[in-house]
């Protein structure tokens, strides 16, 4: 008898600990009507991997909507109600949880909201919030952005936008780094929102727990990178790989033995600036395609969308895909696109983050000198 009296006390206990509705993400958003709403998501572990974001259609009736996760593992997911585009909801959590999302539809079509159901939400929901008039700034910017033709009003509004951004927003980020070490939303904003000299700072603060915990595959992903950039410079070798053609042959840089310099192009059919960057590529590879190579390392798309983006954009240098992150990460890869100017013995000439004409200077500066 005691003991059962002891396993019901248990059972008793237990269910104060767990939610009264069945698992999953359950919503009620004011004003939002009958509408489709767009679920990606991510898993968090496979987060900066080549796997393409998933996506999910639910509907909400009178404003209220309710989606139940598919995986044990932990995951980001964007909610956007077509209605409210480009708005969204951002929630974690996993098919065991029971997540909460109240609000309504405010001015602009800005989704106010909370999210509740567990420490991670709560705290990034907190976050979101005592940012609000930030961000609705952020947003109508961007829209003066997308209107105005001018050149020079448009770097003004980037340059507004830009110092809201990382003086505000960012801010408050740091701050809840600095006061909340051993949070694993810490973990999240380290792993997300930081490069380089910055992420090494505030990965520095975290505690062991949150290196660890539920966001260590970010976290190791940025550090590794961050690990990388330090040895990936001028003058030093640059890193061997092997990977696919489109034919699924085999490739290495030991198979370029003839050109003087070899171009690496790390880009992707996601990146507007890579593709933008095609045409005058091809003006410079028929202009040297007798003292130089290029190699375009195409990264993080699925083999459709890659083999899709060759067909459209016909690039007439040699191309191969990554499989998984581990050449752009060993080259220090964060921005697309990225050249690498590799001489003969594949030494590093020069390195070129985003697409500018400062690459195509210094082929023309490297190729005059070799004539």
Same mark, same amino acid.
């Given at each position: 008898m005691r003991k059962l009296q002891f396993f019901i006390v248990l059972a008793l206990i237990g269910s104060l600990f767990s939610c009264n509705q069945k698992a999953g993400i359950k919503g009620e958003i004011r004003g939002l009507g009958n509408d489709t709403i767009l679920v990606r998501y991510k898993n968090i572990d496979k987060f900066y991997a080549n796997d393409k974001i998933q996506i999910d259609t !639910? *509907? /909400?009736?009178n404003g209220k909507f309710e989606y139940v996760p598919k995986d044990d593992k932990l995951s980001i997911f964007f909610l956007t109600p077509q209605k409210l585009r480009p708005h969204h909801i951002t929630v974690f959590g996993d098919k065991g949880e029971c997540i909460n999302i109240k609000g309504k539809v405010g001015e602009h079509n800005i989704i106010e909201h909370t999210v509740t159901g567990s420490e991670l939400n709560e705290?990034? /929901?907190? !976050?979101?919030? /005592?940012?609000r008039k930030e961000n609705k700034e952020v947003f109508l910017l961007n829209e003066k952005i997308k209107s105005t033709t001018d050149k020079h009003a448009r770097r003004l509004l980037y340059k507004k936008r830009n110092k809201i951004f990382n003086e505000k927003i960012r801010g408050k980020q740091i701050e809840y780094i600095k006061a909340n070490p051993n949070s694993q939303y810490a973990g999240f904003l380290t792993g997300r929102y930081f490069?380089?000299? +910055?992420?090494e700072k505030y990965y520095a603060l975290l505690t062991p727990a949150v290196k660890n915990g539920e966001f260590a595959s970010m976290l190791n992903y940025k550090k590794a990178i961050c690990e &990388? %950039?330090?040895r990936i410079v001028v003058g030093k070798q640059a890193p061997k790989f092997k990977l696919k053609t489109i034919k699924g042959k085999d490739f290495t840089l030991? &198979? !370029?033995?003839n050109k003087k310099y070899i171009v690496l192009d790390f880009w992707g059919s996601w990146c507007g600036a890579c593709v933008r960057g095609f045409p005058?590529?091809?003006?410079? *590879? %028929?202009k040297y395609k007798d003292q130089i190579e290029i190699v375009g390392i195409d990264c993080k798309d699925t083999q459709e969308k890659w083999e899709k983006a060759l067909k459209e954009y016909q690039p007439t240098w040699i191309q191969v895909k990554e499989n998984?992150? +581990?050449t752009s990460v060993e080259y220090g890869v964060l921005g697309y696109p990225t050249k690498f100017i590799l001489d +003969?013995?594949?030494k590093i000439v020069a390195i070129f983050k985003g697409e500018g004409k400062g690459f195509y200077e210094k082929l023309d500066e490297l190729l005059k000198e070799t004539k």
């Open positions: !639910i *509907y /909400s009736k705290n990034h /929901s907190k !976050i979101t919030n /005592s940012l490069y380089l000299d +910055k992420f &990388a %950039q330090r030991d &198979a !370029i033995t005058k590529m091809k003006e410079y *590879y %028929q998984g992150e +581990k +003969k013995n594949h």
